[in-house]
């Protein structure tokens, strides 16, 4: 049953400048070796964009990824859909070791619903390894499903999370 306060963000992240999708982002399926169960493929020292399209249209009012303050820049805004850009650059991240994983700390405050924050399970490499980040399955976009938290005035509750 769909609830008129539920909402879709959808992340898509890219290497380089623009969010075009010709420099794809990689991930895998961890099985249970880890917290998460899907690790998603980084390069160190490597600029990436990432596209929020929220649906339906939602303004966010300030971006966080990995300690990073982001500003999101509007790119497109149709009734019931809208869509923000930003730039991430994973430099002074280190490679992660063999067997373990980084966890990449999101918040989003999105107005009139709440403080979105999740955590993305990383995998990082050095700059030039093709090789590594790129096994796995591209990642075309992932998707939560949200609410305004009922018990946690001021935050989102995050019911379903698909990477496609």
């Excluded at 971006?63 to 809208?82: A, Y």
């Amino acid at each position: 049953m769909i609830r008129s306060d539920d909402f879709r963000v959808y992340m898509y992240i890219n290497k380089g400048e623009d969010d075009a999708g010709d420099h794809p982002v990689y991930w895998k399926h961890d099985g249970q070796r880890f917290a998460n169960n899907k690790t998603i493929k980084l390069n160190t020292d490597t600029l990436y964009t990432i596209k929020f399209v929220f649906q339906p249209s939602l303004r966010p009012v300030s971006f966080q990824i990995g300690g990073q303050e982001l500003p999101l820049k509007h790119k497109q805004d149709v009734s019931i859909v809208n869509d923000y850009v930003a730039k991430w650059t994973t430099q002074d991240m280190e490679v992660t070791n063999k067997g373990s994983r980084k966890d990449v700390q999101l918040i989003m405050h999105i107005e009139d619903k709440g403080v979105f924050n999740v955590s993305l399970q990383c995998k990082l490499y050095k700059p030039n390894d093709k090789h590594h980040a790129r096994w796995g399955e591209e990642l075309h976009h992932i998707e939560w499903e949200c609410i305004p938290n009922n018990e946690k005035a001021g935050f989102v509750c995050v019911t379903k999370e698909n990477f496609r």
